[in-house]
């Protein structure tokens, strides 16, 4: 049986630990929507993992970490999606030509603009542009 002194002091215990999982949990959330604004504001430039590991003050290794247990993705699937969704809009919004949009995005090169778009969209830009035009024209 438990005493009322030893519970009081397990009590204490359990409280503190709750404490600091909530701390942690909230430290969490902010150090991800601090790596995502910056991907948001910066996915036209070259992003190195350097750069969002440091960031979070974490090394490499325990970013990666971080970053899939959080969002279920890598920081460079993350990144190529995000700039996939932002070519999209343009696609939509814009009146650019696909390789202004490829280079807007932040991609090097066009063939690499290309086999991402396909791999995230399941199909290539320009079939994106072209289906959402009749769609839009219906």
Aim: with cysteine; proline share 1%.
């Amino acid at each position: 049986d438990i005493d009322g002194p030893d519970l009081e002091l397990k009590i204490k215990i359990i409280k503190k630990k709750l404490e600091e999982i909530q701390t942690q949990f909230k430290e969490n959330i902010i150090l991800s929507e601090e790596v995502i604004n910056f991907i948001a504001k910066n996915y036209v430039k070259e992003i190195s993992l350097k750069e969002l590991s440091d960031l979070t003050f974490m090394t490499t290794n325990s970013f990666c970490r971080f970053f899939k247990e959080r969002t279920g993705k890598t920081a460079f699937q993350f990144l190529r999606e995000y700039r996939i969704s932002r070519a999209c809009q343009m696609i939509i919004n814009s009146r650019k030509s696909i390789s202004q949009i490829c280079h807007d995005t932040g991609f090097n090169s066009f063939s690499s603009f290309n086999r991402v778009f396909k791999s995230v969209k399941g199909l290539s830009a320009s079939e994106y542009k072209s289906k959402y035009k009749r769609l839009n024209s219906l």
